[in-house]
């Protein structure tokens, strides 16, 4: 037995019974890693039309193959190396990994030459944990005046991944504190930064997440089943 047992056996019954129970103003993102081509077509034909992926390399190889689904937005998800960012911003419409401010200040440098500007996220740890990347918040606040700066991008939010140890009461409290900070740093005023969007919400704690006021859920194995190890 799974943990998502409780769910319909096919992708498309599984994403028509989390619509039920997540607001329509929540967007869900399906990640897509490692999953095969013929099951984002389902994913698809079920009405998403947002992937999330971790690797660059992986998702290219996808977008490829999905050409005729015009009208997909895709999310990256997984770290970024700064080597890479040009390639990011080719490929991505959202980026919910900017993790540093150097990251911040590379990407942007490419944007004030391309032809989009890219929707980007801040990925911020509310409990230190050294195996995540993303800002601590003490971090984070000391670098919003730059990041201000960098006028090519579009900051809408901020992202946060949890450590994976909580039970639902301390998820649902890290979520609260990431939705607070969140308001904490619209309050400041930023001309070139908003926090309207927060990703958070996993397979295992999306429930909470969209309670403490996710936008956007990232939704992995609960739509494709187990990924391999
Ligand atoms: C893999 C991944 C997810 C999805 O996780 P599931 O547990 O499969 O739902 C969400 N966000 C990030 C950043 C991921 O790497």
């Given at each position: 037995m799974t943990l998502f047992s409780q769910l319909g056996g096919t992708i498309s019954e599984r994403i028509s019974q989390i619509r039920q129970t997540v607001p329509d103003s929540v967007r869900l993102i399906a990640?897509?890693?490692?999953?095969?081509i013929a099951a984002m077509r389902q994913a698809y034909a079920a009405g998403i039309r947002d992937f999330g992926e971790s690797r660059i390399q992986e998702a290219e190889a996808k977008q490829a193959q999905l050409q005729d689904l015009l009208d997909v937005t895709w999310h990256l998800i997984g770290h970024l190396q700064s080597n890479k960012a040009q390639r990011a911003l080719e490929k991505f419409q959202w980026i919910h990994s900017i993790d540093t401010l150097k990251l911040a200040q590379r990407l942007n440098q490419f944007a004030a030459q391309a032809s989009h500007r890219p929707k980007v996220l801040l990925q911020v740890k509310l409990l230190p944990d050294p195996n995540k990347y993303g800002w601590e918040v003490s971090d984070l606040l000391e670098d919003l005046l730059e990041l201000n700066r960098c006028e090519s991008l579009s900051i809408e939010g901020l992202m946060t991944i949890l450590p994976q140890n909580l039970n639902p009461s301390e998820s649902l409290e890290v979520f609260q504190q990431t939705k607070e900070l969140a308001s904490r740093i619209e309050q400041l005023n930023f001309a070139h930064i908003r926090m309207g969007q927060i990703s958070m919400g996993m397979s295992g704690d999306y429930t909470s997440a969209v309670q403490a006021g996710a936008t956007m859920i990232r939704l992995g194995r609960i739509l494709f089943g187990d990924r391999e190890a």
């Open positions: 990640v897509t890693k490692q999953v095969s």
